[in-house]
């Protein structure tokens, strides 16, 4: 987001526009089952149609404060920053989504990073797939994926497999 301070002005202007537009709606009270924001990216549950959805965001754009929310919708997944969300029954599940463009960016074992540094990478991602994985199976999709990601940056085998 550039500076510094732009998360937190971006915070405080949205939460500033949802309490003054969005909150107050009648039709989010009647159709918005759940709401969440982080930072400038919202992903909510709605009640109601898909037009009546495309309609409610349309009238969110309609504001004088320069905001305009760029949307997907869908009735059983959508991506939201790095998830991809979707329905198991009557329930939200989670796997782990990378764009189209993600590259295999991970830190080089290589490097001339201090060793618990390299040691910690591969644990953190193994958790933090673990976390955005409801399913025991997109995480041991996922993990097979990072494994092979992690190989191809030179890491050890008993590094990778310690961090899962």
């Excluded at 029954?89 to 390299?118: I, M, Q, V, Y």
Aim: positive net charge; glycine residues 4%.
């Amino acid at each position: 987001m550039g500076a510094k301070c732009a998360p937190t002005y971006g915070n405080i202007f949205l939460g500033w526009w949802e309490e003054k537009i969005v909150y107050p709606s009648v039709t989010f009270k009647n159709q918005v089952r759940n709401w969440y924001r982080y930072i400038d990216d919202v992903f909510f549950v709605w009640l109601g149609t898909k037009e009546d959805c495309i309609e409610f965001i349309d009238g969110l754009n309609s504001n004088p404060h320069n905001i305009f929310l760029t949307h997907s919708v869908s009735n059983s997944t959508i991506a939201f920053l790095d998830l991809k969300i979707f329905v198991r029954g009557n329930r939200l599940a989670t796997d782990l989504f990378r764009k189209p463009t993600a590259t295999n960016a991970l830190l080089e074992f290589n490097s001339f990073h201090p060793w618990h540094t390299k040691v910690g990478v591969p644990t953190g991602q193994f958790l933090r797939v673990r976390r955005n994985c409801t399913l025991d199976q997109d995480f041991l999709s996922q993990a097979r994926d990072l494994t092979d990601h992690f190989k191809q940056r030179n890491y050890p085998k008993h590094i990778i497999s310690t961090a899962f």
